[in-house]
Every structure is written in C-alpha cells, then in structure tokens.
C-alpha cells in the first residue's frame, strides 16, 4: 500500500492545485533541505547550491515540474565535478620531492571534508565503540588491523582530533590525490623490502612524535589482510612508541571488506572501528617488540573474536 504524503508534500500538491508556484517551490526546498541537512557540508553545500538554481530556473522560465528534479541531477553532478577539479589543482602544487617538515593545517583541513564526502557516497554506515578514551592530550601510536584500502580514510575520519600521520608503503604515494595529500600531513613511506629505509622512516616517525607535531598509526600486519584474518605483526612498528614513550592505542576495525562488493550492488556496508584499549608507557615497559606485538594481538584478538585468528597452513590446527 503506498503511503500517505507527508505534510511537506500536501501542502506542495495544494499550493500547485491552487496555482501558488513561488510557495510550492519553496516547500520543496525545504523539504529536500531536510533529506539533506546530515550530510556532510561539502554535499550538502552541492545540492542546496543544485537545487536554488534549479528552482529558480523552474520559476523564471516557467518550465514542466519535472525538470526540477533533471536540473537539479545535472547540476548536483556539475558541482561533484569542479569539487574534484578543486582537488586536482590543490594536489597539483604539491612537490612530493620536496621534504615536508610541518603538518600542512589547509590540507588536512581539505581532506577531512572530502574523506567525510565520501564516506557517504560509497554508502558507509560508520559504528564507533571507545572512541571516548582517546588521549586528549599528547601524541600517541595508533595500531590497528587491516582489511581494505578505505581503513586509514576511516581511521582519519575518527580520529580527527588527533593529527594522524601514517606509516604506509611507498607505493601509496603514486596514487592520484591520495599520494599529495599523504606527503602534505607528514605520512612516511616504508619500503617494505628494504630493511634500511623501512628503519630511516620509523626513525623519521619517532622525531615527528618527540617534536609533537603528529601522532603515527600503522598497521602492524604490513599489508593488507586478503582472507580477514589478523596476520602476524612486524613488530618493528612498536618501537616509535617504545623510543618516545608515549601510549598505545589499540583498534580494530570490521566490515570494511565488504564495502567494493556493496557498491557495486549499491548496498549500504556496516563498517565498527573500536578503540579497544589505550596502553600507558608504563604498561609496556621492560617488554621487546616481538613480546609487545604478541600482547597487543591477543587485546585484538579479544575484541574481533577467535575466529579471526590466523592459523598458518602447515600447523595442523583448524583454521
């Protein structure tokens, strides 16, 4: 049975029927205003811009109801267009061989807005748990499992606050965009094959956190994980925070694996970051990486379940 129109909507038929046009269209605004209002700023900056064109256009030439909703399709996918055209001339002034000493604000500033766009264009819906515990004041290491490559977008996107910076492969840094605005927040590439540089960059990270100028996530496992399992950690990583002493934040991250799939199929993907635990310097004291790696698996392991336990093939155990 189809349901009955919303008050907004009685009142746009009865203002047409009686010939009322300047009040139908702004029931209309108004009514789309609030599909619109918990959008991110950047989108909801688009279509309320769309939609006054489109309206005006309808009330200066007069034109069929229906092309309201077609100029403003048109007009709201014109607007998407010159936000990325803006984002390639931002990008376009980054010099990546250039040595970035200080947190670029303007460009943390951009990305936050468009990382908060497309969160909800790719349809995520975002389930936080913890998230109160985060240190307020101080820098920190972040850790946390990998799944896809949209987890440090949703981890920045939690985290804002906190001036993240990543410890991320090298190959990151061709990517279209991302690599600009990586180079401009002081994220440091490793070279996962190479032992020598992939320490000059925890080195590198270690500086930026005793000069405070950001707080570091990594992700232990390396890469990403192609079966959902937490991997085994390259304890390597807990040394920025061993050498600086400065807590440990734990997360962990679930759903994101599914979002490609979803999109395709234009599903909505449930996606929960957890902060399963801040660990204090004094609770890691006296512990090598390797010790503190196994540690901080297991308080993962806790939070995720048993069943994302990696079991290697040749050890006779179920996985």
């Known amino acids: 049975m189809p349901s009955s129109p919303r008050p907004g909507h009685r009142w746009c038929i009865s203002a047409g029927r009686c010939g009322h046009r300047p009040l139908q269209v702004l029931i209309w605004f108004s009514d789309i205003h609030l599909i619109y ?59 990546l061989s250039k040595p970035q000493e200080e947190d670029d604000r303007f460009y943390r500033s951009v990305m936050y807005v468009y990382i908060e766009a497309l969160i909800q264009l790719v349809r995520v819906r975002l389930h936080t748990k913890g998230l109160e515990k985060t240190p307020k004041t101080g820098r920190f290491l972040l850790v946390c499992n990998h799944l896809c490559v949209a987890d440090p977008g949703i981890v920045l996107h939690c985290f804002q606050k906190s001036q993240l910076a990543f410890l991320t492969k090298k ?29 000059k960059s925890i080195i590198k990270c270690i500086q930026l956190i ?60 449930e996606v929960e970051l957890h902060l399963v635990e801040v660990i204090p310097p004094e609770a890691y004291a006296g512990l090598n990486t390797v010790e503190l790696g196994e540690r901080i698996y297991e308080k993962m392991i806790g939070d995720l379940g048993e069943n994302f336990r990696f079991v290697p093939p040749d050890s006779g155990l179920p996985s």
């Open 37 to 95: 209002w918990r959008k991110p700023m950047l989108l909801k900056t688009i279509a309320g811009v769309s939609l006054g064109i489109a309206c005006m256009l309808y009330l200066c030439l007069g034109w069929a109801v229906w092309m309201v909703p077609v100029a403003f399709a048109g007009l709201f996918l014109i607007g998407l267009g010159l936000a990325v055209l803006f984002l390639w001339i931002v990008c376009a002034r980054v010099d």
């Open 171 to 199: 190959e990151n840094y061709r990517l279209p965009f991302i690599g600009a605005f990586m180079h401009k927040i002081l994220c440091q590439p490793i070279d996962r094959e190479n032992d020598r540089q992939a320490l």
């Open 210 to 269: 005793r000069e405070d100028k950001v707080s570091v996530c990594a992700f232990p496992e390396g890469y990403t994980s192609k079966d959902g399992k937490l991997h085994p950690f390259r304890s390597g990583v807990f040394k920025i925070a061993q050498k600086t002493n400065v807590p440990i934040v734990v997360c962990t991250i679930q759903g994101t694996r599914e979002l490609f799939r979803n999109l395709r199929h234009l599903r909505h993907t």
